[in-house]
């Protein structure tokens, strides 16, 4: 069974501090790592994704850290401001012609002012 | 470019009654999924469709579920008869299939309440 599994289930950082967030999954076929943000009462948008031949991929404050040997993958939010506040999904993509979405259980962040 | 559209929002029913849900994908995108949200949990994918044809179907509950996208752009989602446990956020996404990784976008989703 495919299974990416999150950690932790919710976080509290002070602003200006460092949120970061666990994913491990169990299925070597997965070819695609997305992290998706969602605000409540909106549907997830894509934040940042990453391939597995990238260890690291960074865009402005926010940055995916990926080990392939231990499967597993982690975003990091540098800088947390309020405004991040939202539930954090990672997912992974199943390679073939499937191209099946499997998401983790989400974190649910808050970023003190 | 307008988002998904997904109708109703929010919407409550007895247990034992019909519901159905309306998406609306971004123009353009051949590809629609729906997905169910519970709470505190990652979406997880019912059905996907390419254009018209259902090609990934094996988690809808297809004896209460069914599902069709007539014309391959708008989609209806239809749920009969509802139970309790199906009290969730159906969401809807759609993407451009042009090969490699096709980012998904997401609707804001439709609450569903089972009384």
């Known amino acids: 069974q495919q299974q990416v599994k999150q950690s932790p289930q919710s976080l509290i950082v002070q602003k200006g501090g460092i949120s970061i967030i666990n994913c491990a999954y169990e299925n070597t076929a997965f070819d695609y790592f997305p992290w998706y943000q969602q605000f409540p009462g909106k549907g997830p948008a894509l934040l940042i994704a990453?391939?597995?031949?990238?260890s690291e991929k960074k865009e402005g404050r926010f940055t995916i850290s990926f080990n392939k040997s231990a499967k597993q993958f982690s975003l990091h939010i540098m800088d947390s401001q309020p405004g991040d506040s939202a539930t954090y999904f990672c997912?992974?993509?199943?390679?073939?012609?499937?191209?099946?979405?499997?998401f983790g259980s989400g974190t649910q962040l808050t970023v003190l002012p | 470019e307008a988002g998904v559209v997904q109708s109703p929002r929010y919407k409550i029913i007895e247990k034992k009654q019909p519901v159905a849900f309306w998406c609306n994908p971004i123009s353009g995108h051949n590809t629609l999924y729906w997905y169910l949200q519970n709470l505190g949990q990652g979406p997880e994918l019912l059905i996907r469709?390419?254009?018209?044809?259902?090609?990934?179907d094996s988690q809808l509950p297809k004896d209460r579920f069914s599902a069709e996208r007539l014309k391959g752009v708008d989609s209806t989602l239809k749920i009969q008869p509802a139970e309790l446990g199906d009290s969730a956020v159906y969401l809807c996404?759609?993407?451009?299939?042009?090969?490699?990784?096709?980012?998904?976008?997401f609707g804001p989703g439709t609450r569903l309440t089972v009384l």
């Open positions: 469709y390419e254009n018209e044809e259902a090609v990934d």
């Open positions: 990453i391939r597995p031949d990238v």
């Open positions: 996404a759609s993407s451009r299939n042009r090969g490699g990784y096709n980012e998904q976008f």
């Open positions: 997912a992974a993509r199943s390679s073939g012609s499937a191209r099946q979405l499997t």
